[in-house]
């Protein structure tokens, strides 16, 4: 009965969902594009005779996160169409980039028994893989109805979405039986999903999926090749930033300036709609800026470079020196620093981490990041690591060591994955 009110609810906030939609298009356009794909209207699958996989990643964090994953499976399986959904427009256009043709491609539907009938109709998959933390009840029960497994990947509930859901705990623990496997990324993740009603049964701990990052050698190459070109200046790195956190990283650039007047400040807003605002500001403070996407070359006298393209982040890191992680001197929850460690690129953050408890707390402790908790600690930290290279440079060591020791996500999952479909081809190595 608690899925009914859950439905009606849902229904009657559909109108205010389209709507937020609609606003959004304002400064991005593509939130107004394809609204059918989101109640099912999705293009039926040509090919029904290859099986299908369907992968629901969010949006780009999530959809960068799977990439090892989805080319293993891609590998596994090659006689099976992988689809992939995603909820933002920024997370369409990252599947698009990294798989083309190779993989199919539509809109997470609402979670309306409608939507989601229409879907797994047109979609017709074997098996469901969901990132991350996605509790939909209506999908999970129409998946258990169908007798579909699906499977959630990369699981992580921070405190408050735990809480979030505890105060739903009927409608939130109906939910859970309908999810065959359940990969945690962290013991208090893989607790969390017991207390919801998970039971100890459908839960592995197998870490986080962002440790499987693979680092082509070619990045690295064109990364060496760029700090040639910019003449080898000391590059800090503020990535995912969000509003409120421009202003101070600029503030802490200039003072920075002008006791190292060669660095680079490559600045990276989370969110596409900011880059317009977030380039004005830098205009503002004096700073030479260039923005990424004039496809410019940097000259001697450019202090910012405005990160205003997609799918470039693992670039920014490889050029680094220092790793500001965003969203975490704002009371966001943080992002992920994984792709910097992985770069060996020692790590700054704020102490709104609360999105990422499974890993801040132990690159800290690995010496791989410093926590700050303003603008002030930011500067001196940046200070500190950029006039004394050696403990930088060891800092960065700490981070890459803590990235290399957290391997074996992969096979982990994929040990569940083969269990419920066995594979069409030899599966390649792990790759971690």
């Known amino acids: 009965m608690t899925r ?13 969902m389209v709507l937020r939609l609609l606003w959004r298009s304002r400064q991005q356009p593509a939130y107004r594009q394809r609204l059918a794909e989101r109640f099912g209207y999705i293009a039926a699958r040509t090919d029904i005779t290859r099986p299908c996989i369907w992968i629901h990643s ?8 799977a990439r090892p994953l989805v080319e293993h499976l891609l590998n596994t399986y090659p006689t099976h169409q992988l689809w992939i959904t995603t909820t933002t427009p920024t997370g369409s256009d990252t599947v698009k980039r990294l798989y083309g043709t190779r993989v199919l491609h539509s809109y997470f539907p609402y979670d309306l028994p409608s939507a989601v009938q229409r879907t797994l ?14 509790i939909w009840p209506n999908l999970y029960h129409a998946c258990q109805q169908r007798q579909i497994p699906l499977l959630l990947l990369n699981a992580r509930l921070s405190t ?9 705990e009927t409608l939130t623990r109906n939910t859970l039986r309908g999810i065959r496997w359940i990969g945690a990324r962290s013991l208090q993740d893989a607790d969390y999903f017991q207390q919801l ?17 693979q680092i082509p050698t ?6 060496h090749s760029l700090k040639q070109q910019w003449g080898n200046r000391p590059v800090l790195v503020a990535a995912s930033t969000h509003t409120g956190e421009d202003e101070q990283l600029l503030r802490v650039f200039t003072h920075l300036q002008q006791q190292i007047p060669n660095a680079l400040l490559i600045l990276v807003p989370r ?7 977030v380039y004005q500001q830098c205009v503002e403070t004096g700073l030479t800026t260039l923005r990424r996407s004039a496809a410019t070359a940097l000259s001697a006298d450019t202090a910012v470079l405005l990160g205003d393209s997609m799918g470039e982040m693992l670039l920014w890191f490889a050029v680094a020196d220092i790793a500001f992680i965003g969203g975490s001197l704002v009371p966001h929850g943080g992002h992920n620093p994984l792709e910097a460690a992985a770069f060996g690129v020692p790590v700054i953050s704020g102490i709104h981490t609360h999105n990422f408890t499974d890993l801040f707390p132990a690159l800290y402790a690995s010496g791989g990041a410093v926590e700050i908790t303003d603008a002030d600690a930011l500067y001196t930290q940046c200070l500190t690591w950029l006039q004394q290279p050696s403990l930088r440079q060891q800092a960065g060591e700490n981070a890459a060591q803590f990235f290399a020791q957290q391997q074996g996500v992969l096979a982990c999952i994929m040990q569940a994955i083969t269990a419920l479909l066995p594979p069409t081809s030899p599966p390649p190595g792990d790759g971690t």
Do not use: W
């Open 4 to 16: 009914v009110f859950y439905t009606l609810a849902f229904y009657l906030l559909v109108p205010l």
């Open 271 to 277: 969110h596409p709609e900011r880059f317009d605002k």
């Open 121 to 134: 109709q047109r979609m017709q998959p074997q098996l469901v893989l969901i990132m991350e933390t996605e």
């Open 160 to 168: 408050r979405s735990f809480q979030r859901y505890r105060r739903l």
């Open 197 to 213: 009603g998970a039971t100890p049964a459908q839960i592995a701990t197998c870490g986080n999926l962002k440790f499987a990052l």
């Open 58 to 65: 969010v949006s780009v964090g999530e959809t960068i996160a």
């Open 218 to 223: 070619e990045l690295r190459n064109i990364a």
